[in-house]
């Protein structure tokens, strides 16, 4: 086997991981007394509640994600199918994993960057922090972007 191609795969896998946890969980900002806040609910130390209406910016915030989560996992799906053919007709598969990779990336900047300069103003108001799953969120952008790199140097060929 060839390592690009398994780094490659592990790099994608750790990036899509990173975005789902980040899009699933409830600590995009936290406030004093345990309060947090996600793109999806509100929670205090005893419950959440589910967020009726919300900023536009966490829309957008989200859409972005989405569109991250899919890119992300057509570049898994599709550097997994690698080790068992190596083109999709004319087309290496390498190169549609690394264009979803870079699109994915390209994608999850976009929705941290308007998720980032959106709460700064609402921030200062309400004394919040940025909370983990905000940290996986861009960790997750440069590791899209790594792995869209190190495919892009995969072999195109599968050896015998």
């Known amino acids: 086997m060839q390592p690009l191609r398994i780094v490659s795969t592990g790099l994608a896998l750790l990036s899509l ?6 899009l699933g969980s409830d600590y995009w900002l936290v ?3 345990n309060i947090s806040y996600g793109l ?8 959440c509640a589910v967020l009726s209406s919300v900023p536009e910016y966490f829309d957008a915030t989200r859409a ?4 991250a989560m899919i890119a992300g996992g057509v ?9 068992f053919r190596s083109h999709l007709g004319p087309v290496p ?14 994608c999850a900047m976009i929705a941290m ?11 200062n108001q309400a004394q919040l922090t940025f909370g ?11 590791l899209f972007l790594i792995t869209g790199a190190v495919t892009m140097f995969t072999p195109n060929t599968l050896s015998s």
């Not at 598969?93 to 390209?106: E, I, K, M, N, P």
Request: charged share 10%.
């Open 40 to 47: 999806w609910k509100n929670c205090i130390p005893t419950e």
């Open 75 to 83: 570049s898994s799906g599709v550097l997994i199918t690698s080790f």
């Open 132 to 142: 983990w799953s905000f940290g996986l969120g861009w960790a997750s952008f440069p």
């Open 17 to 22: 991981l990173l975005l789902l946890l980040a």
């Open 64 to 67: 972005f994600l989405f569109l």
């Open 31 to 33: 406030g004093d007394r």
């Open 113 to 123: 960057a308007v998720f980032t300069a959106e709460s700064a103003k609402d921030k």
């Open 93 to 106: 598969l390498t190169l549609v994993s690394a264009v979803g990779s870079f699109s994915a990336g390209l």
